[in-house]
């Protein structure tokens, strides 16, 4: 049907407009205005029962809802929540099971959705975890302060993946070690220290971005590989969450 720019009220309008006026059929109304005889029909129907407003969209929304819980049961459930309003929805209804074994209760999701319309659920609070931000730390000298990251991985030729492992000295921008890692690995990165601590010494902090295996959502973001730079004597600092760049660039 091509476009006409009216509402479809505005069309029904006419439509009713063009039937009082007794000149075309049913069959010529339905092609005039490129409807079926049935819809026609309908609309005709509407004007006859419900006068002008006929023509007006009806509500499709059904006027029954077999699955709909019993009102007796919302009733009850509500009560119990104010009688009780730090159980849940599944505890309420290990109550009311007990009370009446053979009674049909809803899910536990239809029960937490009772309980939220009726305006008995406290949203919780969202506790974000703060993060010291970027450090303020500056190096004083070499063996100071290192940086470690792993970098981009790519795909070799062979299809395998590479993960390099990069380590610098902050104070003067040496790279001491570069190793490559099929798979960002505990066990590789600790090796890959150990080499370069019996190498370049021990320095006073390692700064990493917080990424696997640096660091983790435990608490102060410490993993085991963190842990074990403060059990060494290190301190272990961590850049600023989403800092774009490797952690030489948070200086």
Same mark, same amino acid.
């Given at each position: 049907m091509p476009w006409k720019g009216v509402t479809v009220s505005e069309q029904r309008q006419r439509f009713l407009e063009d039937y #009082?006026? @007794? +000149? +075309? =059929?049913? =069959?010529?109304? /339905?092609?005039r205005f490129s409807i079926s005889r049935t819809t026609a029909h309908k609309w005709i129907r509407r004007f006859k029962r419900h006068g002008q407003e006929g023509y007006q969209e009806l509500s499709r929304r059904p006027h029954t809802c077999p699955w709909r819980t019993d009102e007796a049961i919302v009733d009850e459930l509500v009560k119990l929540r104010k009688t009780h309003p730090h159980w849940g929805p599944r505890k309420l209804l290990d109550l009311m099971? %007990?009370?009446d074994p053979k009674r049909p209760l809803p899910s536990v999701s239809?029960? /937490?959705r009772i309980i939220a319309r009726e305006g008995l659920v406290k949203p919780?609070?969202? +506790? %974000?975890? /703060?993060?010291?931000g970027c450090p303020k730390s500056v190096p004083q000298g070499p063996n100071d302060i290192w940086a470690a990251d792993y970098k981009g991985q790519f795909r070799l030729k062979n299809g395998d +993946?590479?993960?390099? #492992?990069t380590v610098s000295d902050l104070s003067s921008r040496f790279v001491l070690g570069v190793d490559a890692h099929p798979e960002i690995s505990l066990e590789k990165t600790v090796r890959h220290f150990t080499a370069l601590f019996e190498t370049h010494g021990l320095p006073n902090r390692i700064r990493t971005d917080n990424g696997t295996p640096f660091a983790s @959502? /435990? #608490?102060?973001? #410490? =993993?085991r590989l963190s842990v074990w730079f403060i059990k060494l004597g290190i301190y272990p600092e961590l850049i600023e969450p989403g800092t774009f760049g490797a952690a030489e660039r948070c200086t």
């Open positions: #009082l006026l @007794n +000149y +075309y =059929s049913i =069959s010529e109304l /339905a092609e099971q %007990r009370r239809t029960a /937490a919780r609070r969202r +506790y %974000r975890r /703060a993060h010291p +993946y590479c993960f390099p #492992l @959502n /435990a #608490l102060a973001r #410490l =993993s």
